[in-house]
């Protein structure tokens, strides 16, 4: 019975992968594709071309969609429309919070400034103690800084599995421990419950450090390890 089980563990780890992989895929195209919808049946890519992949054309169509609006977006006139429909949401009392609240997690999301999630942050919370994940989102907080007295920082704690949602924490930079894990290698870490954990670099050294003889110099990130 144990030699049964540890077959099906092992068929389910193959499996499960794959299959929830092509769900999700699946569900992606076609939500992409729901796109093509608004081409006309005789202009539609796979009549034209004469064969269809599914997701595809959507995809392609939503990536010129996105370039166009994009090279719109950053040239005068395209900003000035943009400024006109911004000014024209925030006249409307629910649209204006929501819009933004969605167009500031966006920025701080996407961007490449400062602002943008580039620290991930070990931090004490929701008590002394208990240790959450967390990512720095700004470090010029003006009023807050000057009435705290302290140099702090705000940060974004998110919620598992679904990252999008979580929590503002306002803490003392002294209290917060900097990790050296990626952004990417944090969320996938915060998804996958705890389960998916990247590799420290400096355990990937001190296993290199093993294998080499012992008075070679190891760098870590142009920094000798003695």
């Known amino acids: 019975m144990k030699r049964l089980r540890r077959y099906l563990v092992a068929g389910i780890l193959v499996w499960l992968p794959v299959g929830v992989t092509f769900v999700l895929i699946k569900f992606l195209a076609s939500q992409v594709d729901k796109i093509l919808s608004i081409i006309p049946d005789a202009y539609h890519p796979a009549n ?5 992949i599914p997701g595809l054309w959507g995809f392609i169509l939503a990536f010129l969609i996105l370039l ?10 395209g900003r000035g429309i943009v400024n006109f429909w911004e000014s024209l949401l925030e006249r409307i009392p ?8 969605v167009k500031k997690f966006a920025e ?3 961007s490449d400034t400062s602002q943008s999630f580039k620290k991930v942050l070990l931090i004490e919370y929701p008590r002394k103690g208990l240790y959450s994940l967390a ?15 302290e140099d702090v920082v705000c940060s974004f704690v998110p919620t598992t599995p679904n990252p999008t949602s979580g929590f503002i924490i306002i803490i003392p930079r002294k209290d917060v421990i900097e990790l050296d894990m990626s952004v990417d290698e944090a969320l996938k870490m915060i998804m996958s419950l705890g389960v998916v954990v990247p590799t420290w670099r400096r355990d990937q050294v001190a296993e290199l450090r093993w294998k080499l003889p012992p008075d070679l110099p190891v760098t870590d990130g142009g920094n000798k390890q003695k």
């Open 48 to 52: 034209l071309v004469g064969f269809n």
């Open 68 to 77: 166009a609006t994009g090279i719109l977006a950053a040239n005068f006139v």
């Open 94 to 101: 629910v649209i204006r919070s929501i819009y933004a609240a």
């Open 108 to 110: 701080v999301v996407f």
């Open 135 to 149: 990512f720095q989102t700004s470090s010029q907080l003006g009023e807050v800084q000057g009435r705290t007295g």
